[in-house]
């Protein structure tokens, strides 16, 4: 059995978003952040560093969301959102993933942290013109490799996909505009897929 803890609107929705196009049997617990439920045993005892998401399955622990999202496409080989091992696809499918945690994502989760996610005196407002700068090269990087394909590794949808389309989305709620129609169609065409939408209903409000 797979189970998933994770928080809404965060990574994890990455994670889930995963097991419902892989119409996997699985568990969602939800941690309570608010009530302080990620910093305290059990949830501790599961993850010590006290963040979602987190997949369990058997004795597997599994933390980082690209790592789950690939692990949870590659027990579902005939779906195909994960490159075989070993073949290009897989190492284009790779670079994108890191691409995603390295470059496009971190700008975004700067500006969070120092808007709202850590202690007041530790915020530095003008480090948030500084991250919206390299957002917009990580964009530039982006809109240049996918140029007009359909998806990342041209006419199918992968996990990679996923992982960029969740980030974009964290640019839509920072009110921060994509570059182009061409990438808000992708965006779009992405976010809109119908295991998206059963993963944000599942979240809990």
């Not at 995963?18 to 059990?42: I, K, W």
Request: charged share 25%.
């Amino acid at each position: 059995m797979l189970k998933l803890y994770g928080y809404n609107r965060s990574r994890s929705t990455r994670a889930l978003w995963a097991l419902e196009e892989c119409e996997a049997d699985y568990e969602y617990a939800h941690v309570d952040f608010g009530s302080g439920e990620a910093r305290q045993p059990p949830f501790l005892e599961i993850n010590p560093a006290g963040k979602v998401p987190v997949l369990v399955h058997d004795d597997l622990v599994l933390t980082e969301s690209a790592a789950i999202c690939t692990y949870i496409g590659s027990l579902f080989p005939e779906r195909h959102f994960v490159p075989d091992p070993h073949s290009p696809a897989r190492a284009i499918y790779d670079q994108w993933c890191f691409f995603v945690i390295g470059e496009l994502e971190q700008p975004l989760w700067t500006m969070g942290k120092h808007r709202f996610a850590i202690p007041r005196k530790w915020r530095g407002p003008g480090i948030l013109e500084t991250a919206a700068w390299e957002f917009k090269v990580a964009l530039k990087t982006l809109t240049t490799k996918l140029g007009d394909r359909q998806y990342l590794l041209g006419d199918r949808f992968s996990f990679a996909d996923l992982l960029v389309a969740h980030t974009l989305s964290w640019a839509r709620n920072f009110d921060i505009p994509l570059p182009d129609s061409d990438l808000e169609d992708y965006a779009d065409r992405i976010l809109d897929r119908p295991a998206a939408q059963r993963a944000l209903a599942k979240e809990k409000p």
